[in-house]
């Protein structure tokens, strides 16, 4: 089943979840969705959102630019 997409969230199963999981947080960290709704048989079994920090501050001509964490190593 391919993920849906809607009201800012993308639903998906947990095997397209871990196929495509660098696609998603990819999403999330470019500000494009707020979370991702994992199911299995039809039940949501997880909510993954990318960390406040992550997320794009700056959107420039295809070039982003996110915030640091203090103390990030």
């Given at each position: 089943?391919?993920?849906?997409?809607?009201?800012?969230?993308?639903?998906?199963?947990?095997h397209d979840f871990k196929?495509h999981l660098s696609r998603?947080?990819?999403?999330?960290?470019?500000?494009?969705?707020?979370?991702?709704?994992?199911?299995?048989?039809?039940?949501?079994?997880?909510?993954?959102?990318?960390?406040?920090?992550?997320?794009?501050?700056?959107?420039?001509?295809?070039?982003?630019?996110r915030s640091v964490t203090?103390?990030?190593?």
């Amino acid at each position: 089943m391919p993920a849906t997409y809607k009201n800012d969230l993308i639903f998906t199963t947990v095997h397209d979840f871990k196929t495509h999981l660098s696609r998603y947080m990819r999403l999330l960290e470019e500000g494009e969705y707020k979370g991702v709704i994992v199911k299995r048989r039809g039940e949501v079994v997880g909510y993954y959102a990318a960390h406040p920090d992550r997320i794009a501050k700056v959107r420039r001509a295809g070039v982003f630019t996110r915030s640091v964490t203090q103390g990030e190593a």
